[in-house]
């Protein structure tokens, strides 16, 4: 059996970004086409890619506009999964910057005390870590069924389109 180098296991592991936005005491949410539930900015980063960097990319991507990444809300893995979720504070470098987006169907600035509540479930916890001031935070989520669930019907939905 040949064992594989850190740099070779790490080649599988999933990188995802994702940024809180906040406006005048607000927090932005998206949607995705298909997705009925809400959502902060940001997705997959690139191989190779800096978190910082890419998630600097992902809001002038799906956002259109510029940002400056401020703080490390926290690094999140799940149980018996490859992959790593970094959230971090981002500020619009220009003020009420005008967006528009080609990846969300819909995005808008919520009460960050009172969320929707088709919100993302890993989204909200990482919103009270926020919120809590107490970061950056490493956390690890437990497997949560109902998502499994979920998840398994859109790849069997997207298969059979």
């Known amino acids: 059996m040949i064992k594989k180098t850190y740099a070779e296991s790490s080649e599988k592991i999933l990188k995802k970004a994702y940024a809180i936005v906040i406006r005048n005491g607000l927090i932005l949410l998206v ?31 799906q956002l259109s506009f510029d ?34 987006s ?10 960050i005390r009172n969320l929707p509540l088709n919100i993302f479930p890993d989204r909200n916890r990482q919103i009270k870590d926020y919120l809590s001031g107490r970061y950056p935070v490493r956390l690890r989520f437990k497997q949560n069924r109902w998502l499994i669930r979920i998840e398994k019907f859109i790849k069997e939905h997207k298969k059979g389109k």
């Open 67 to 100: 940002s400056t990444i401020e703080d490390l809300i926290g690094i999140y893995t799940k149980e018996y999964r490859e992959d790593i979720t970094y959230v971090y504070k981002v500020q619009e470098t220009i003020s009420q910057s005008k967006m528009e």
């Open 31 to 61: 949607r995705r086409q298909g997705m009925p539930v809400w959502d902060l900015p940001g997705g997959e980063l690139l191989p190779n890619e800096n978190e910082r960097e890419g998630m600097q990319r992902l809001v002038k991507e």
């Open 102 to 111: 080609h990846d969300y169907v819909a995005f808008n600035f919520f009460d």
